[in-house]
């Protein structure tokens, strides 16, 4: 389990984050919504070790990690898959794939067989640019590449993001057979209310960096939640 505890985190002179306090547990998928620009981005990497913090408890299987570097958390089974994807334009499927290798013991450098079953359009793509990939395409791979890692913890930024219906759709499916399985705790950012509400196990709503609400999926009020994302 990540468990967060009062983490705030600065850019600058400017406070992003203001005692954060979440605890996402292993088995579940909590979503974090909110509108654009209130800190949800920056949780997600600072949680990824991308960006310090200035105080706060990040503790992940019980051991506190808010102090060493990306890398490190990675070895541990944190992965994240960013917003925009950042897939290799000029790399291959494959390539990319293999990028998932670099926090991996030897031994276990192999794409599991699992991971076309999963996302069967990138067996069929191995060989083409990431960047000839639709966008759809390449969130499957974005996703694919994160899972090479063997994540314990999978963090995705804004999946269903400019991606068409039904791939949506996909990447939902994917979502709740990694959840079904009891072995991986999933963080989703997300904007797409129907997609959220869906999926959530637990739920918290960010503004202006604080999570101002929070609770278990079952319970969450469509009207509120939906009024602390629009505009």
């Not at 505890?5 to 600065?10: A, C, G, Q, T, V």
């Not at 979440?22 to 209130?38: A, I, P, S, W």
């Not at 890398?71 to 960013?82: D, K, S």
């Not at 090479?148 to 068409?164: F, N, S």
Request: hydrophobic share 40%; glycine share 10%.
């Amino acid at each position: 389990m990540l468990q967060i505890k009062d983490l705030d985190m600065y850019y600058g002179a400017s406070q992003v984050l203001r005692h954060v306090s979440l605890d996402v547990k292993t088995g579940e998928v909590t979503c974090l919504l909110g509108r654009n620009g209130v800190g949800k981005t920056s949780l997600l990497r600072a949680l990824a070790g991308q960006y310090p913090i200035r105080a706060g408890q990040v503790t992940w299987d019980g051991e506190d990690i808010a102090n060493i570097a990306s890398h490190a958390r990675a070895r541990r089974g944190i992965a994240l898959v960013p917003q925009g994807r950042e897939i290799f334009s000029q790399l291959t499927v494959l390539e990319n794939l293999k990028t998932g290798f670099a926090v991996l013991p030897r031994a276990e450098r192999r794409i599991p067989e699992e991971i076309f079953q999963l996302f069967p359009v990138l067996k069929q793509m191995l060989r083409r640019r990431g960047g000839d990939l639709s966008g759809g395409q390449q969130q499957q791979l974005a996703i694919a590449r994160a899972l090479v890692m063997r994540p314990k913890l999978l963090m995705l930024d804004e999946p269903t993001e400019g991606i068409q219906p039904s791939i949506i759709k996909d990447i939902q499916r994917v979502i709740e057979v990694l959840r079904d399985r009891g072995e991986m705790a999933i963080l989703l950012v997300e904007q797409y209310f129907d997609f959220a509400r869906d999926l959530a196990d637990s739920y918290a709503v960010m503004d202006r960096g604080e999570i101002i609400l929070s609770g278990r999926g079952d319970d969450m009020d469509e009207e509120v939640v939906r009024g602390h994302m629009t505009v």
